[in-house]
């Protein structure tokens, strides 16, 4: 079957420290995969999308990868910020389907001063 | 720019009685929409999407319907709440593969 695993457990990082944020996918052929923050209460954000081709992406102190042989994306906040605590969702497309994402349950990241 | 809207913010319904959530978008034409729900401490489940005016995908058999009437609003309905219809809602349109969401509407079916 298909799934998206993020890790359920909440990562507890201290202010400054590089967070790393994983994202496992298993029977899923995604031709991108994207990466979403969401706050308590509030509707998920778009952050940065990495495609097959693309072995890294960055912006700003986010950086993303992208292994299609190991179907694993890893995000990576560096000088992490109290302000980053967040749930963060990855997401990619179904093998069929029109325009459609599916999520992972997220992580939840806490950044301590 | 773009901006879409969700109301209401928060909802208190009984077992049994009937929900409409309301959705639109501003600021673009045509967008693809879409109905997520999120349960409490679990990923988003997409529920609905549409491509145009009347044109409805569902993705989950459920007690849940959805419609668009007009090009920029997608409504979520249903004749009888569940207990298990309790969750956040969320509706998003998407711009070529990215997706954004509206604030969403927190229900709580007693």
């Known amino acids: 079957s298909q799934k998206i695993e993020q890790n359920s457990e909440a990562l507890n990082i201290q202010e400054g420290k590089t967070a790393t944020l994983t994202c496992n996918y298993t029977?899923?052929?995604?031709?991108?995969l994207q990466w979403y923050r969401q706050d308590p209460g509030r509707g998920p954000v778009f952050l940065l999308l990495?495609?097959?081709?693309?072995k890294e992406k960055r912006k700003e102190r986010l950086k993303v990868t992208f292994d299609t042989t190991l179907k694993q994306s890893l995000f990576h906040i560096t000088a992490s910020q109290p302000a980053d605590s967040a749930t963060y969702l990855c997401?990619?497309?179904?093998?069929?389907?029109?325009?459609?994402?599916?999520f992972g349950t997220g992580t939840r990241l806490l950044v301590s001063p | 720019s773009q901006t879409i809207h969700q109301w209401p913010a928060t909802l208190v319904q009984p077992v049994g009685s009937p929900l409409s959530l309301e959705c639109t978008v501003e600021?673009?034409?045509?967008?693809?929409l879409y109905w997520y729900r999120q349960a409490a401490g679990r990923g988003l489940q997409l529920l609905f999407y549409?491509?145009?005016?009347?044109?409805i995908s569902s993705e989950v058999p459920q007690n849940l319907s959805a419609s668009r009437p007009q090009d920029r609003q997608f409504i979520l309905s249903s004749k009888k709440l569940l207990l298990s219809d309790s969750g956040f809602y969320l509706c998003?349109?998407?711009?070529?593969?990215?997706?954004?969401f509206g604030p969403g509407t927190r229900l709580l079916v007693l």
């Open positions: 998003a349109w998407n711009l070529q593969e990215t997706q954004y």
């Open positions: 549409s491509v145009g005016i009347g044109q």
């Open positions: 990495i495609r097959e081709n693309e």
């Open positions: 997401a990619l497309p179904p093998n069929t389907g029109f325009q459609k994402l599916v």
């Open positions: 029977n899923y052929s995604p031709a991108y």
């Open positions: 600021g673009t034409s045509n967008p693809n």
